[in-house]
Protein backbone atom coordinates (compact mmCIF):
# COMPACT_ATOMS: atom_id res chain seq x y z
CA UNK A 1 0.00 0.00 0.00
CA UNK A 2 1.29 3.49 -0.80
CA UNK A 3 1.98 5.49 2.28
CA UNK A 4 3.71 9.28 2.89
CA UNK A 5 5.67 10.26 5.99
CA UNK A 6 6.38 13.43 6.58
CA UNK A 7 8.40 13.09 9.68
CA UNK A 8 8.74 17.01 10.42
CA UNK A 9 5.38 18.30 12.62
CA UNK A 10 6.04 22.05 13.08
CA UNK A 11 9.16 24.29 12.09
CA UNK A 12 9.37 27.47 12.39
CA UNK A 13 12.16 29.79 11.33
CA UNK A 14 12.80 33.45 10.93
CA UNK A 15 12.42 34.91 7.98
CA UNK A 16 15.16 35.12 5.27
CA UNK A 17 16.42 31.53 6.74
CA UNK A 18 16.29 28.41 4.23
CA UNK A 19 13.75 25.87 4.97
CA UNK A 20 13.51 22.34 3.70
CA UNK A 21 10.39 19.98 4.32
CA UNK A 22 11.37 16.23 4.00
CA UNK A 23 8.89 13.87 2.53
CA UNK A 24 9.40 10.44 2.43
CA UNK A 25 7.12 7.77 0.30
CA UNK A 26 6.61 3.92 0.10
CA UNK A 27 4.91 2.16 -2.94
CA UNK A 28 5.57 -1.08 -4.92
CA UNK A 29 4.74 0.86 -8.13
CA UNK A 30 7.24 1.88 -10.61
CA UNK A 31 5.13 4.31 -11.86
CA UNK A 32 3.55 7.24 -9.55
CA UNK A 33 3.03 10.91 -8.89
CA UNK A 34 4.05 13.13 -6.28
CA UNK A 35 2.78 16.26 -5.42
CA UNK A 36 3.57 19.17 -2.62
CA UNK A 37 0.17 21.18 -1.93
CA UNK A 38 0.06 24.57 0.32
CA UNK A 39 -2.27 25.06 2.78
CA UNK A 40 -2.67 28.62 3.89
CA UNK A 41 -4.43 30.02 6.87
CA UNK A 42 -7.08 30.66 4.66
CA UNK A 43 -7.85 26.94 4.52
CA UNK A 44 -7.72 25.78 0.37
CA UNK A 45 -4.96 23.56 -0.94
CA UNK A 46 -2.99 25.12 -3.79
CA UNK A 47 -1.22 23.22 -5.91
CA UNK A 48 2.69 23.54 -5.68
CA UNK A 49 4.04 20.96 -8.13
CA UNK A 50 3.72 17.52 -9.94
CA UNK A 51 6.37 14.79 -10.33
CA UNK A 52 6.01 11.21 -12.35
CA UNK A 53 8.75 8.50 -10.97
CA UNK A 54 10.78 8.97 -14.22
CA UNK A 55 11.62 12.30 -14.02
CA UNK A 56 14.37 12.78 -11.44
CA UNK A 57 15.85 16.18 -12.06
CA UNK A 58 15.15 18.62 -9.61
CA UNK A 59 13.35 21.58 -10.10
CA UNK A 60 13.77 25.54 -9.07
CA UNK A 61 10.78 27.39 -9.38
CA UNK A 62 11.75 31.40 -7.93
CA UNK A 63 12.09 30.75 -4.22
CA UNK A 64 11.18 27.12 -4.27
CA UNK A 65 13.33 24.10 -5.16
CA UNK A 66 12.38 20.13 -4.84
CA UNK A 67 14.99 17.73 -4.64
CA UNK A 68 13.38 13.92 -6.10
CA UNK A 69 15.84 11.45 -4.63
CA UNK A 70 14.30 7.72 -6.12
CA UNK A 71 17.24 6.32 -4.15
CA UNK A 72 15.96 7.49 -0.80
CA UNK A 73 12.17 7.60 -2.17
CA UNK A 74 12.45 11.30 -0.98
CA UNK A 75 10.83 14.29 -2.35
CA UNK A 76 12.06 17.17 -0.06
CA UNK A 77 11.24 20.49 -0.51
CA UNK A 78 13.52 23.87 -0.29
CA UNK A 79 12.44 27.54 0.63
CA UNK A 80 14.83 30.05 -0.05
CA UNK A 81 15.07 33.23 1.64
CA UNK A 82 12.04 32.35 3.35
CA UNK A 83 9.29 35.28 4.27
CA UNK A 84 6.09 35.53 6.55
CA UNK A 85 3.76 34.52 3.56
CA UNK A 86 5.21 31.30 3.43
CA UNK A 87 3.58 30.56 6.34
CA UNK A 88 1.35 27.34 5.65
CA UNK A 89 0.84 23.66 6.02
CA UNK A 90 2.53 21.89 3.54
CA UNK A 91 1.18 18.44 2.08
CA UNK A 92 3.30 15.70 0.13
CA UNK A 93 0.79 13.74 -1.72
CA UNK A 94 1.54 10.47 -3.83
CA UNK A 95 -0.59 8.96 -6.45
CA UNK A 96 0.09 5.23 -7.80
CA UNK A 97 -1.36 4.64 -10.64
CA UNK A 98 -0.28 5.44 -14.54
CA UNK A 99 -2.69 5.88 -17.14
CA UNK A 100 -5.51 6.75 -15.40
CA UNK A 101 -6.41 9.50 -12.68
CA UNK A 102 -6.64 8.11 -9.22
CA UNK A 103 -6.45 9.12 -5.29
CA UNK A 104 -4.12 11.56 -3.82
CA UNK A 105 -2.82 9.64 -0.20
CA UNK A 106 -1.25 12.76 1.77
CA UNK A 107 1.46 12.73 4.48
CA UNK A 108 -0.09 14.67 7.92
CA UNK A 109 1.57 17.71 6.81
CA UNK A 110 4.31 19.96 8.10
CA UNK A 111 3.45 23.36 9.63
CA UNK A 112 5.92 26.24 9.03
CA UNK A 113 6.02 29.53 10.47
CA UNK A 114 8.23 31.78 9.59
CA UNK A 115 8.60 34.52 12.08
CA UNK A 116 9.44 38.42 11.07
CA UNK B 1 -11.42 30.72 -15.03
CA UNK B 2 -13.35 30.19 -12.35
CA UNK B 3 -12.06 27.20 -9.83
CA UNK B 4 -13.58 24.56 -7.34
CA UNK B 5 -16.39 26.28 -5.90
CA UNK B 6 -18.23 24.13 -2.84
CA UNK B 7 -21.35 24.97 -0.65
CA UNK B 8 -22.23 25.49 1.56
CA UNK B 9 -19.17 26.74 3.19
CA UNK B 10 -20.12 26.07 6.52
CA UNK B 11 -22.98 23.92 7.86
CA UNK B 12 -23.80 23.11 11.56
CA UNK B 13 -26.04 20.18 11.66
CA UNK B 14 -27.61 18.09 14.91
CA UNK B 15 -26.71 14.43 15.20
CA UNK B 16 -28.70 12.48 13.68
CA UNK B 17 -29.66 14.62 10.60
CA UNK B 18 -28.87 14.29 7.30
CA UNK B 19 -26.63 16.75 5.64
CA UNK B 20 -25.84 17.16 1.70
CA UNK B 21 -22.36 19.33 0.67
CA UNK B 22 -21.90 20.22 -3.18
CA UNK B 23 -19.26 20.72 -5.42
CA UNK B 24 -18.94 22.29 -8.73
CA UNK B 25 -15.69 21.47 -10.22
CA UNK B 26 -13.86 23.44 -12.88
CA UNK B 27 -15.28 23.72 -16.26
CA UNK B 28 -13.74 20.54 -18.72
CA UNK B 29 -12.92 18.86 -15.74
CA UNK B 30 -14.25 14.63 -15.97
CA UNK B 31 -12.61 13.93 -12.74
CA UNK B 32 -13.82 14.98 -9.74
CA UNK B 33 -12.51 13.79 -6.06
CA UNK B 34 -14.15 13.97 -2.39
CA UNK B 35 -11.36 13.93 0.45
CA UNK B 36 -12.21 14.75 4.12
CA UNK B 37 -9.92 16.67 6.30
CA UNK B 38 -9.77 16.50 10.26
CA UNK B 39 -7.68 16.74 13.33
CA UNK B 40 -7.09 13.49 13.86
CA UNK B 41 -6.89 11.61 10.79
CA UNK B 42 -5.22 14.43 8.36
CA UNK B 43 -6.39 13.86 4.51
CA UNK B 44 -8.52 11.05 3.93
CA UNK B 45 -9.39 10.24 0.14
CA UNK B 46 -13.53 9.38 -0.49
CA UNK B 47 -14.62 8.79 -3.59
CA UNK B 48 -13.81 9.54 -7.20
CA UNK B 49 -15.31 10.31 -10.63
CA UNK B 50 -15.17 9.80 -13.46
CA UNK B 51 -17.79 11.87 -15.55
CA UNK B 52 -21.05 10.19 -13.60
CA UNK B 53 -19.08 6.87 -12.34
CA UNK B 54 -17.24 6.37 -9.22
CA UNK B 55 -14.73 3.23 -10.11
CA UNK B 56 -13.30 4.08 -6.78
CA UNK B 57 -15.41 4.90 -3.78
CA UNK B 58 -13.01 2.74 -1.34
CA UNK B 59 -12.41 5.95 1.30
CA UNK B 60 -16.23 5.63 2.02
CA UNK B 61 -16.05 5.46 5.39
CA UNK B 62 -19.54 3.87 5.82
CA UNK B 63 -22.94 3.19 4.79
CA UNK B 64 -24.07 6.31 5.32
CA UNK B 65 -21.75 8.03 3.17
CA UNK B 66 -23.27 8.41 -0.46
CA UNK B 67 -22.27 10.78 -3.28
CA UNK B 68 -23.50 11.49 -6.88
CA UNK B 69 -22.30 13.25 -10.17
CA UNK B 70 -25.11 14.29 -12.69
CA UNK B 71 -23.99 15.83 -16.27
CA UNK B 72 -20.31 14.83 -16.07
CA UNK B 73 -20.56 18.40 -13.71
CA UNK B 74 -21.77 19.07 -10.25
CA UNK B 75 -21.16 16.23 -7.16
CA UNK B 76 -23.51 16.32 -3.92
CA UNK B 77 -22.12 14.24 -0.99
CA UNK B 78 -24.72 13.00 1.09
CA UNK B 79 -24.32 11.98 5.03
CA UNK B 80 -27.36 10.27 6.61
CA UNK B 81 -27.56 10.51 10.21
CA UNK B 82 -24.87 12.56 11.16
CA UNK B 83 -22.44 11.21 14.32
CA UNK B 84 -20.35 13.54 16.01
CA UNK B 85 -17.41 11.70 14.10
CA UNK B 86 -18.40 13.21 11.00
CA UNK B 87 -17.11 17.10 12.12
CA UNK B 88 -14.49 17.76 9.78
CA UNK B 89 -13.90 19.91 6.10
CA UNK B 90 -14.87 18.38 3.55
CA UNK B 91 -12.80 19.28 0.02
CA UNK B 92 -13.69 18.57 -3.33
CA UNK B 93 -11.34 18.47 -6.13
CA UNK B 94 -11.60 17.96 -10.05
CA UNK B 95 -8.71 17.49 -12.38
CA UNK B 96 -8.70 16.66 -16.10
CA UNK B 97 -8.73 12.79 -17.45
CA UNK B 98 -6.12 12.42 -20.12
CA UNK B 99 -6.66 8.50 -19.37
CA UNK B 100 -2.52 8.78 -20.06
CA UNK B 101 -1.22 9.89 -16.80
CA UNK B 102 -2.20 11.54 -13.37
CA UNK B 103 -3.21 14.71 -13.80
CA UNK B 104 -2.64 17.64 -10.85
CA UNK B 105 -6.03 17.98 -8.84
CA UNK B 106 -6.81 21.26 -7.37
CA UNK B 107 -9.14 21.97 -4.86
CA UNK B 108 -12.04 24.30 -3.25
CA UNK B 109 -12.34 25.94 -0.14
CA UNK B 110 -13.79 23.18 1.51
CA UNK B 111 -17.35 22.77 3.61
CA UNK B 112 -16.62 22.86 7.14
CA UNK B 113 -19.40 20.18 8.96
CA UNK B 114 -19.84 20.55 12.42
CA UNK B 115 -22.50 17.91 13.99
CA UNK B 116 -23.54 18.61 17.58
Known amino acids: AQKVTQAQTEISVVEKEDVTLDCVYE???????LFWYKQPPSGELVFLIRRNSFDEQNEISGRYSWNFQKSTSSFNFTITASQVVDSAVYFCALSEEAGANSKLTFGKGITLSVRP | GAGVSQSPSNKVTEKGKDVELRCDPISGHTALYWYRQSLGQGLEFLIYFQGNSAPDKSGLPSDRFSAERTGGSVSTLTIQRTQQEDSAVYLC??????????????FGPGTRLLVL
Open chain 2, 93 to 106: ASSLASGAHQETQY
Open chain 1, 27 to 33: TRDTTYY
